[in-house]
């Protein structure tokens, strides 16, 4: 498992795809959730990806302190079902850690169930 972590202005065309795929893949058919997944706070989020080879294995959206709470927050995680293991726990560990670097002790974890895609 290797992780990249970018701005949304870093993010390829194929990188952004793939997130949107994965992302519409679980809130919008497995959960059925009627809102629009792409919002303006994907434009100043980080953006966390798990590969598993050259594979989208997973993904994590990290919200800057600030932007839509006072505390940084992360959210918006979903994980292929195929990753043995437990990939979410992964990749929750990564956004914390990317947190960390800003200095913050403070983390708001917006996550349900993981959700498998």
Request: glycine share 4%; net charge neutral; aromatic share 12%.
């Amino acid at each position: 498992m290797r992780f990249l972590a970018k701005k949304f202005e870093q993010l390829s065309v194929i990188e952004l795809y793939l997130i949107y795929k994965a992302k519409s893949k679980v809130f919008i058919v497995e959960q059925n959730c009627s809102y629009l997944d792409p919002d303006e706070f994907d434009l100043q989020a980080l953006h966390v990806m798990m590969y598993d080879d050259a594979e989208l294995a997973g993904y994590a959206r990290i919200l800057p302190p600030g932007l839509h709470y006072y505390e940084p927050a992360i959210g918006r995680v979903v994980v292929e079902k195929k990753i043995p293991g437990y990939p979410g726990r992964a990749a929750a560990d990564e956004s914390i850690a990317l947190i960390k670097a800003w200095n913050c002790i403070i983390i708001r974890i917006l996550l349900f169930p993981p959700r498998r895609i």
